[in-house]
């Protein structure tokens, strides 16, 4: 959420989470009100407005943009009044298919305008709750919390001996949630049955997608009994709400010390890092997983000795690293080879033959892509990765400039040095931040 929370919501979510953290086994009765309570819904309004995505429409054509052209205003007093009289109902999700990094795709839905705003509505309700009851090995989708703390978790444990490594995948893990199931995790703390209904509709709204000649179909609905779509505000609550019953298990029965091992979770990813016992404990998670009705991807999932044995996680590689000046290994973390070939990949796209854009505008989205980049992989062992990137840049700028100023390949090298590339021309230079060492151990 990247707009500051108003006083009085911030209030309400604090006497929420402190009143679940100290009853861990009440339930609360009255939350629906506070879904359409004023200041709520305009501060969703004004959150889903600024989120990734905004300007897309769902089935209804309907954009942020139109919303305020007609009076955002009016608007949001017919919303509030449909959720307070109970007539709400949302629309369909439009499912669209996406590019997977690895290959392949994925679904993503695309709930609509109104449908995001009362779901930004109910999480600001209804997470402060859950937030009481969630595993602090779990990082994903959380407030004050991101993947550099989950990569930072996972290489400390590898420091203080845990090398013994379940790699974990799960298979299409936000598609096969069980609705009844997930409806009881939320009861588990939700008394309120509007605002149970409300959360029911969203897992039983049905998708439509639309192939290339505009044919519509349609699919899920009331007779779904799994998943909850991705691209939806209110899903990565549900989902983290549904791997936290596996992570209580993990708790509960005290995995942790029978292992001697952590886990650490980032919404459907994680790892379990143990000292030698790797192997009973991905068949504690097998079995755990099938009762709780998912699935391992068997073919992703495997076991690995951290000392000598790379695996990734959110995009870094953990494992045995050389230093170039000593010629000694440690464990150490650093950008994947698949996260920087994603990378070069974006070069491409930013810096193509048929790239037109005046030189400012193409130089602020390539230095928006790279520092984006440098932000989320500043951890860990990063020379190697950063020259790596740093010469991928020259090489596509300079090639993009002798096509733009018909400048010969032999001169392109004494045109655009490295000096006028990263001076005059203002394009992004990465440069490990001046803060202490990211800490290592030998192998």
Same mark, same amino acid.
């Given at each position: 959420m990247s707009l500051e929370t108003p006083t009085a919501i911030r209030?309400? &979510?604090?006497?929420? +989470?402190?009143?679940?953290?100290?009853?861990?086994?009440?339930?609360f009765h009255q939350l +629906?009100?506070?879904? /359409?309570?004023?200041?709520?819904?305009?501060?969703a309004y004004a959150v889903a407005r600024s989120a990734k995505g905004s300007r897309t429409a769902g089935v209804d054509g309907e954009t942020f943009a139109d919303v305020e052209a007609h009076g955002a205003v009016q608007w949001l007093t017919g919303l509030r009044e449909e959720l307070r009289t109970t007539t709400y109902r949302p629309q369909p999700v439009r499912r669209v298919m996406?590019?997977?990094?690895?290959?392949?795709?994925?679904?993503?839905?695309?709930?609509?305008?109104? *449908?995001?705003v009362v779901q930004t509505a109910a999480k600001l309700v209804l997470e402060?709750?859950?937030?009481? @009851?969630?595993? @602090?090995?779990? +990082?994903g +989708?959380?407030?004050?919390?991101?993947? &550099?703390?989950?990569?930072?978790?996972?290489? &400390?444990?590898?420091?203080?001996?845990?090398?013994?490594?379940? @790699?974990? *995948?799960?298979?299409? /893990?936000? *598609?096969?949630?069980?609705?009844?199931?997930l409806l009881l995790c939320v009861a588990r703390r939700v008394v309120d049955r509007h605002m149970l209904h409300l959360v029911k509709m969203w897992l039983k709204v049905p998708t439509e997608e639309r192939d290339a000649k505009g044919k519509t179909r349609m699919s899920g609905g009331k007779g779904a009994t799994h998943g909850t779509p991705q691209g939806g505000v209110i899903s990565p609550l549900l989902a983290n709400i549904y791997m936290n019953r596996f992570l209580k298990a993990w708790k509960q029965h005290g995995k942790s010390e029978q292992y001697r091992a952590r886990i650490v979770n980032y919404a459907d990813d994680f790892v379990i890092?143990?000292?030698?016992?790797?192997r009973a404990a991905l068949d504690w998670t097998r079995n755990v997983m099938g009762r709780i009705g998912l699935t391992l991807n068997e073919q992703k999932t495997c076991l690995r000795n951290g000392r000598c044995e790379p695996f990734n996680f959110l995009g870094y590689t953990f494992g045995p690293v050389m230093n170039k000046r000593s010629g000694k290994r440690y464990l150490g973390a650093a950008p994947s080879e698949k996260a920087i070939t994603r990378l070069r990949g974006r070069l491409r796209e930013i810096l193509h033959r048929g790239n037109m854009a005046p030189w400012p505008e193409v130089v602020q989205e390539l230095n928006q892509t790279l520092q984006g980049w440098q932000n989320y992989f500043s951890y860990g062992s990063l020379g190697t990765a950063y020259e790596t990137v740093n010469w991928a840049v020259l090489d596509r700028v300079r090639r993009f400039l002798r096509r733009r100023h018909?400048?010969?390949? &032999?001169?392109m090298w004494g045109r655009f040095p490295a000096k006028t590339i990263y001076g005059s021309l203002g394009v992004h230079q990465l440069r490990r931040p001046k803060k202490g060492l990211t800490p290592c151990a030998a192998t």
């Open positions: 209030s309400l &979510q604090r006497k929420l +989470y402190v009143a679940a953290k100290a009853e861990p086994e009440r339930r +629906y009100d506070k879904v /359409y309570r004023e200041d709520i819904l305009a501060h996406i590019p997977k990094p690895g290959g392949g795709e994925r679904p993503l839905g695309i709930p609509t305008v109104r *449908d995001r402060p709750i859950f937030e009481a @009851d969630f595993a @602090d090995c779990a +990082y +989708y959380r407030p004050k919390r991101s993947a &550099q703390d989950a990569v930072r978790s996972v290489h &400390q444990a590898l420091l203080e001996g845990h090398t013994d490594v379940v @790699d974990a *995948d799960l298979s299409k /893990y936000f *598609d096969t949630i069980p609705h009844h199931e890092l143990s000292r030698g016992h790797a018909k400048v010969r390949t &032999q001169s």
